[in-house]
């Protein structure tokens, strides 16, 4: 199986309050929830590659340490937009403002959420 293969997908499902969903070429399924999108932003502001601190990964965060017991409300991240960029990524509008990052499709394959692409990345 080529790499080509594993970074192409078949078939994409958007849905702006849920996520995205994707069928790749070789038989893969990656579902992607929005804040599994949001903490995973490629751009150098949210990687922190410009020298600044990355951005905190809300997804994560249950794994890393117990939840506030007072939480402050904060409104429910949405994607305002979902555009594509040539025919190698999407670029999402977020509803805080943020437009920056370009999610390649060798990107979404990277960060996976599935049990087996985590377990592999490991």
């Given at each position: 199986m080529t790499a080509q293969l594993t970074t192409d997908p078949e078939h994409i499902a958007i849905s702006k309050s849920r996520g995205i969903e994707i069928d790749w070429k070789d038989g893969h399924h990656s579902s992607y929830d929005i804040v599994w999108l949001r903490d995973w932003c490629p751009c150098a502001n949210c990687t922190g590659a410009h020298g600044t601190e990355p951005r905190q990964k809300e997804s994560l965060a249950g794994k890393a340490k117990p939840a506030d017991p007072f939480p402050m409300f904060k409104p429910r991240e949405r994607m305002q937009n979902v555009e594509p960029v040539g025919n190698y990524a999407l670029r999402i509008v977020w509803s805080d403002g943020?437009?920056?990052?370009?999610?390649?499709w060798a990107h979404l394959r990277?960060?996976?959420p599935c049990n087996d692409c985590q377990t592999r990345t490991a």
């Open positions: 943020h437009a920056a990052g370009i999610y390649s990277q960060i996976c």
